[in-house]
Each structure stands twice: as structure tokens, then as C-alpha cells.
């Protein structure tokens, strides 16, 4: 059976996530909604045996592969064997080390690393990916290079891609649409959440575009030419995240991302 186009990060329900009984669980609630396919790093209190054991009793599957940078390098085999495991073909690192991104010196050694660690896991046919937030687009001085400029300037695509985060492509000042063509042929899976602009509430200054995060086809975000992007890129899985549900219950705010991407026409 051909991979789940619709993943879940479960970062989305983290507070149902806290002991193995409850991340056992919350799989099997996350599957009833009709995900299949979920992408996870290494579960606390789990072994990755154990963890594939009860994915496979539920009938799931990994998209990718997550963890820290600082982590995969000190136990690439790890790291590798558990991607054999779970039939995985790339890793994830969520950002890069906070002590990096303070300036373009940070960005260059974090950036060595990444090609380093890369360049490991290429022997294995395993590529690092590398998840945006907004702090990549800061810019240094006037008219100056921006962290993401860095970034794919200097990331070697033959180890290294990139899993976009729609939302923050947003919030960072990016054009969506134009990240992701400019992705091509270095980005085979996608992070995708909403970018709402939030009602205001507590003052009255029109200028002001309070932000949110939001289910996908909740917020302002055009879906219909994202998906039509990526699949005409073939990118094909789509990895649903939120950050914040807000006084959405968490499950409910995933289920509703599901079911727009489905009449949005992937498949489960």
C-alpha cells in the first residue's frame, strides 16, 4: 500500500503524551480519526520496538523520522538502524540548536554541522531535513543576509532538504507558494498549519494583525494552490501540525486539519 499522503506531527496533542500508556492511547485515538500515518521521533519510556509493535497493531506507519541535531550525531547507528526499522527514508530536525541562531557565525557552524551529519546518514540512503520557523527569515543589518538566505545557499541538497512549515514561511514574511518551488528537487515532505489573523479583541488599533495558529482551511493560507505546488514538485505528504489549538480541544482541532485535507482531495 502506497504511503498515507496525511501524517500527523503529534507535537499537536503533546499534553496527551506525557507517559507511554497515554501516547499508546492517544495513537489509537489519532488513528480512529483516520490518520495512518504519524511522524514521530524516539517515544520516552518505549523502546523503538515496541513503539513500532503497537503502530502496527493499529495499522499505522511512519512518514519520517524526528530528533535533535545534537542527538543524531552522537548515535548516528542508533539513529539508523531505527530508521531501517520504521521504513523510513529522512529525519527531521525541528530547528537548529538555540545557541546557533544568534548570528551568521551560528548559522555557519550549525550549517557545517547538518552537512556533516548528512553526509552520514547519505550512506545509509537517509537525508537530515531541516523544519523553518519565522527566526530564519531575520535579516542581519541593512540589506543584509537572512538566516533562511544562509541556509539555501549553503546546505548541501545531497544530504540535506528541507520540510517547509507553511505557517511560518508565513510568519516569517515569506511568500508560500514561493518557498516551496523554491524547494525543488530538496524537499520530499511538507509541515502543514494554518495562519489565521486573529480577531482583536483588546484594542482598537487597525494596524495591528494579531496572529494565529489554525487548522488547515480555517485561516488565510490558499490550500488548493499549496497542494497543487507540492504535488506537481512531487511532494506528495502532507505532515499536519498546530502548535497552539487554543480553546480547541487539541484532538478535535487535528480531526478538523484531516478531514479539509481530505476534501481537499489527498488520501488517507
Same mark, same amino acid.
Given at each position: 500500500?502506497?504511503?498515507?499522503?496525511?501524517?500527523? +506531527?503529534?507535537?499537536?496533542?503533546?499534553?496527551?503524551?506525557?507517559?507511554?500508556? !497515554? #501516547? @499508546?492511547?492517544?495513537?489509537?485515538?489519532?488513528?480512529?480519526?483516520?490518520?495512518?500515518? %504519524? !511522524?514521530?521521533?524516539?517515544?520516552?519510556?518505549?523502546?523503538? +520496538?515496541?513503539? @513500532?509493535? /503497537?503502530?502496527?497493531?493499529?495499522?499505522?506507519?511512519?512518514?519520517? =523520522?524526528?530528533?535533535?541535531?545534537?542527538?543524531?550525531?552522537?548515535?548516528?547507528?542508533?539513529?539508523?538502524?531505527?530508521?531501517?526499522?520504521?521504513? %523510513?527514508?529522512?529525519i527531521m530536525i525541528g530547528t537548529m540548536p538555540a545557541e546557533f541562531r544568534v548570528d551568521r557565525e551560528g548559522y555557519e557552524k550549525a550549517i557545517a554541522l547538518m552537512n556533516e551529519v548528512g553526509k552520514q546518514l547519505s550512506q545509509a540512503g537517509?537525508?537530515?531535513? =531541516?523544519?523553518?520557523?519565522?527566526?530564519?527569515?531575520?535579516?542581519?543589518?541593512?540589506?543584509?543576509?537572512?538566516?533562511? *538566505?544562509?541556509?539555501?545557499?549553503?546546505?548541501?541538497?545531497? =544530504?540535506? /532538504?528541507?520540510?517547509?512549515? $507553511?505557517? #511560518? %514561511? +508565513?510568519?516569517?514574511?515569506?511568500?508560500?507558494?514561493?518557498?516551496?518551488?523554491?524547494?525543488?528537487?530538496?524537499? !520530499?515532505?511538507?509541515?502543514?498549519? *494554518? =495562519?489565521?489573523?486573529?480577531?482583536?479583541?483588546? /484594542? $482598537? #488599533?487597525?494596524?495591528? $494583525?494579531?496572529?494565529?495558529?489554525?487548522?488547515?482551511?480555517?485561516?488565510?493560507?490558499? #490550500?488548493?494552490?499549496?497542494?497543487?505546488?507540492? @504535488?506537481? +514538485?512531487?511532494?506528495?505528504?502532507?505532515?499536519?501540525? !498546530?502548535?497552539?489549538?487554543?480553546?480547541?480541544?487539541?484532538? *478535535?482541532? %487535528?480531526?478538523?486539519?484531516?478531514?479539509?485535507?481530505?476534501?481537499?482531495?489527498?488520501?488517507?
Amino acid at each position: 500500500m502506497a504511503k498515507a499522503e496525511i501524517s500527523l +506531527q503529534p507535537y499537536s496533542i503533546r499534553e496527551y503524551l506525557k507517559t507511554p500508556e !497515554q #501516547w @499508546k492511547d492517544s495513537m489509537r485515538k489519532v488513528r480512529e480519526i483516520g490518520y495512518r500515518s %504519524v !511522524q514521530i521521533g524516539r517515544v520516552a519510556g518505549l523502546t523503538p +520496538q515496541e513503539t @513500532k509493535d /503497537h503502530l502496527d497493531s493499529l495499522g499505522m506507519e511512519l512518514s519520517t =523520522y524526528c530528533g535533535d541535531l545534537f542527538s543524531i550525531r552522537d548515535d548516528i547507528d542508533g539513529f539508523i538502524k531505527e530508521c531501517k526499522l520504521f521504513d %523510513v527514508d529522512e529525519i527531521m530536525i525541528g530547528t537548529m540548536p538555540a545557541e546557533f541562531r544568534v548570528d551568521r557565525e551560528g548559522y555557519e557552524k550549525a550549517i557545517a554541522l547538518m552537512n556533516e551529519v548528512g553526509k552520514q546518514l547519505s550512506q545509509a540512503g537517509i537525508y537530515l531535513a =531541516y523544519h523553518n520557523h519565522a527566526q530564519e527569515f531575520r535579516r542581519w543589518g541593512l540589506n543584509g543576509v537572512r538566516g533562511i *538566505d544562509l541556509l539555501f545557499d549553503e546546505l548541501n541538497p545531497d =544530504y540535506v /532538504h528541507f520540510m517547509l512549515d $507553511t505557517h #511560518w %514561511v +508565513q510568519s516569517g514574511g515569506g511568500d508560500v507558494i514561493e518557498y516551496i518551488k523554491k524547494c525543488k528537487g530538496r524537499m !520530499q515532505y511538507i509541515h502543514v498549519k *494554518d =495562519y489565521r489573523i486573529a480577531p482583536i479583541n483588546y /484594542h $482598537t #488599533w487597525f494596524g495591528a $494583525t494579531p496572529k494565529e495558529f489554525a487548522e488547515i482551511g480555517e485561516g488565510n493560507l490558499p #490550500w488548493p494552490e499549496i497542494i497543487e505546488t507540492c @504535488k506537481a +514538485q512531487g511532494i506528495n505528504i502532507f505532515i499536519v501540525e !498546530q502548535d497552539n489549538t487554543y480553546l480547541r480541544n487539541a484532538f *478535535d482541532a %487535528v480531526e478538523i486539519s484531516f478531514n479539509n485535507l481530505v476534501k481537499y482531495g489527498l488520501k488517507a
